[in-house]
């Protein structure tokens, strides 16, 4: 008998069955690779922001809840990586596998921010992946379990008689793979424009201010109410001009265009700004790249073959945001060192910086 010719009970070829698993074992590898360094990660990033009270902003309230539904994530992931790999079915009871399923549809689904209200934001945030799994099965419209074909815990796409059922499929397109998509790109086209329109105006005053005429060219008519400096003291003023109205000279006076050192800080300050803006863009592009081949996968119905793939896209995801705050953005990057370090009370950056929300 040729054993690579034989077929298996259900008319699976013996050799398509174990490079089917051999591609599944080396899958599974990765899930395993972004489990612990996406959990390892986003544990840091929640920890220094408990930890560091200048990372307490608002902004950062979105980071921390991201954090939390990443690591929760990353501990779902060995539960996907058993399925991935058996041979013989879901191991464990049905229950399990749905709840599996909810998890990882509802972790992945949190990546949307506002901050408007804080607290809305967050009951919203986990409120809309939740629903689009959790309505459709509990109104008996789509099934949630153990799927052969990609080996996952998922949305079972084929009705209970056999026939196709992709209304789930579209809502999970539509409400976790579109709309994230045109909220995202709506919300970063106005973070830049808001940049922009900042720099310019910096820009502007930087300009301006280098332009003033020179203290020679002031009126000599001028009073000494006029030109009163600030934070003068009797050391820096004459004493033949103590006590009179006449206007001291104008070499005493303090320029009106800013200093050097103060253009300086204007230049770090918008330095940081523009590093946090472009860092920013690197989440969004982080997103695009993980959650696209997603969508893809369910609106052109690629079935099985394209699942796992388009998981794991997706589930990098949960490793990627750490990964961007820790090696660019310039406070977390700071702070991590710190912590590292054990300089629980040292300060973040330099004084000059700005926080994370354009603080």
Known sequence: MNLSSATLPNGI???????????????????????????????LIFIVVVMYPKLRTITNVYVTSLAIADMTTCLIIPFIIVGVVSTTGWPFSEASCVFVAVITFACNGASIFSKVNIVLFLIVTWLIPLSVILVPFLGGFTRLGYDEGPHVCTDIEDNEDGSENQLHSYLQATSLTCIPLALVLLFYARIYIHVRKHERGLNKWKNTSTKQPPAAAVPATVTSQTLTPVATTDATVPDAVKGTSQAPSTSATIPTHPTAAAQNKGD????????????????????????????????????????????????????????????????????????????????????????????
């Open 268 to 359: 770090r300050q918008r330095s940081l700004e523009y590093r946090i803006t472009k860092n920013a863009f690197y989440v969004v592009l982080g997103f695009l790249l993980c959650v696209i081949p997603y969508g893809i996968c369910i609106l052109g119905q690629y079935g099985p073959s394209g699942t796992p793939l388009a998981m794991a896209f997706l589930l990098f995801n949960s490793c990627l945001n750490p990964l961007i705050y820790g090696t660019k953005h310039p406070q977390f990057k700071s702070s991590l060192r710190n912590l590292f370090r054990g300089r629980f009370s040292a300060p973040l950056v330099t004084s000059n910086s700005v926080g994370p929300s354009g603080q």
């Open 13 to 43: 070829d013996d050799d398509e069955e174990l490079k089917s698993l051999h591609s599944r074992i080396a899958l599974s590898g990765w899930f395993g690779f972004v489990a612990v360094v996406g959990f390892v990660g986003n544990l």
